[in-house]
């Protein structure tokens, strides 16, 4: 075999692996960041070039930053842990609603509440509410109130719903957090890092990369963008909990926790620089699409 033969081989093998093809990140507009004047200049690393006022994202490094990502979210979700998915941009929720469900794993869309994981407790208290108003409603106990009592329960069940419907049944801590546009979900990245929960990221070319811990560098406002990354999140999820099934089938059945929310620890140590630490660049693969599933 030639040395060109060799290369091409390699460069084949290296795409094949990648959950998302070069194809299917230029289809989706993921290489299209933000005017070059709004740019955050720890983003540079991650930019191509710029056209037309416009940052290009490199898209070589977000294939291979994306494997990072999925392959983390599959051990974590393999473990028995959770992901709580964070996107409450209107483009964004109601695929974040959709694909969260899909995997079986939490979601916030609606306003951010503070707190939500830095005061778990109190929330707590709220999603044990929004349980029992459920309940209330399901088993027909509603009906015992008087009719302006059942609008008043019923009020209070939606609001409660809009805002924690998606995490009601999470117990504790999740093991990681995806989250659409870091930016403008400042907050649930600031709680996160305060408890140490590792954060994946579609970051565009306005975000901080230094306060994530998995940088997918991307379009973080295009709708096709964002399905995109996030179906493929939720992929890994699923990916992984047919694993943990395959490995409790292999243990004679038997779980050992994760089951209901309940906080997983997964292998992750935060750098000593702010945000991190090291280098969170993947290693440059060869040039050229093809590879991975479009």
Not at 43 to 48: K, Q, T, Y
Not at 70 to 82: I, K, L, P, S
Not at 83 to 108: D, I, S
Request: aromatic content about 8%; hydrophobic content about 35%.
């Amino acid at each position: 075999m030639t040395d060109v033969q060799t290369t091409e081989a390699t460069t084949q093998d290296y795409a094949s692996e990648l959950p998302l093809s070069l194809r299917a990140l230029i289809d989706a507009g993921v290489h299209f960041g933000h005017q070059t004047r709004r740019w955050n200049p720890k983003m540079r690393p991650f930019i191509f070039g710029a056209r037309n006022g416009i940052h290009i994202i490199d898209l070589d490094q977000t294939a291979v930053l994306f494997k990072r990502a999925y392959d983390f979210v599959v051990e974590a979700v393999g473990r028995g842990g959770h992901v709580l998915f964070v996107g409450t941009k209107r483009q964004a929720v109601e695929t974040v609603q959709e694909e969260a469900a899909r995997a079986g794993q939490f979601f916030v869309t609606g306003r951010w509440l503070g707190g939500t994981l830095t005061n778990f407790r109190t929330v707590k208290g709220a999603i044990e509410r929004l349980r029992e108003l459920d309940r209330m409603f399901e088993d027909g106990t509603a009906e015992n109130f008087v009719k302006k009592e059942q609008m008043k329960l019923k009020r209070e069940q939606e609001r409660l719903e809009k805002f924690i419907g998606g995490i009601k049944m999470m117990n504790a801590h999740p093991a990681a957090v995806f989250v659409i546009d870091p930016h403008h979900e400042h907050i649930a990245v600031s709680e996160a890092r305060k408890l140490n929960i590792p954060i994946v990221a579609i970051t565009d070319t306005n975000c901080d990369p230094d306060v994530i811990d998995f940088v997918i560098p991307g379009n973080d406002d295009a709708i096709r963008s964002i399905k995109l990354f996030t179906s493929k999140i939720a992929d890994a999820c699923i990916e992984g909990q047919q694993r943990r099934r395959e490995f409790r089938g292999g243990e004679g059945g038997h779980d050992r926790g994760g089951e209901g929310g309940a906080r997983v620890e997964v292998e992750f140590q935060r750098g000593g620089r702010r945000g991190g630490g090291g280098d969170r660049r993947g290693p440059r693969g060869p040039r050229g699409g093809g590879g991975g599933e479009s």
